[in-house]
């Protein structure tokens, strides 16, 4: 008997996804480290340095939603963990989008909410690439 498998994605995400997916988790990280260390020093480099990395990980989970796109427009079935990845993935962005133009605020003012959305991206990061890389190796016959 031949049980044939029908995959979640019409091809599961290649290497460079996972590379672009994966590198938004210390990006993300490294600018909530950042927000950390410009709370207590009240050192401006650490906003600046925050900045940057936020920009670095919305380039990174920008080229990831492009791949997520294509791959759910050709995937069989489009329900369930197939779809969620991409909608996390999207606010993943938006937030991080969000986080950016609240880092691009002068000095203190982008305290407290820039450390409180770098929290919530970097949370909502790892969930993703949690989710993204796991049901990239699902398939339906196992």
């Known amino acids: 008997m031949t049980v044939t498998a029908h995959p979640l994605y019409g091809s599961t995400p290649g290497p460079l996804h996972a590379i672009l997916l994966a590198g938004t988790v210390p990006l993300f990280l490294g600018a909530l480290l950042s927000d950390i260390a410009y709370y207590k020093t009240y050192q401006i480099q650490w906003s600046n340095f925050a900045s940057w990395l936020i920009a670095g990980g919305l380039v990174l989970a920008g080229l990831a939603l492009l791949f997520a796109l294509v791959n759910l427009l050709r995937a069989d079935r489009k329900a369930g963990r197939v779809v969620m990845y991409p909608v996390l993935l999207l606010v993943t962005w938006v937030l991080g989008l ?35 890389l796991t049901h990239s190796r699902s398939g339906g016959g196992q």
Request: with cysteine; net charge negative; proline share 3%.
């Open 98 to 132: 969000v986080n950016a133009f609240e880092h691009a605020k002068d000095a203190w003012a982008v305290m407290p909410m820039g450390l409180v959305l770098s929290v919530i991206v970097t949370l909502l990061a790892c969930v993703t690439a949690w989710t993204g």
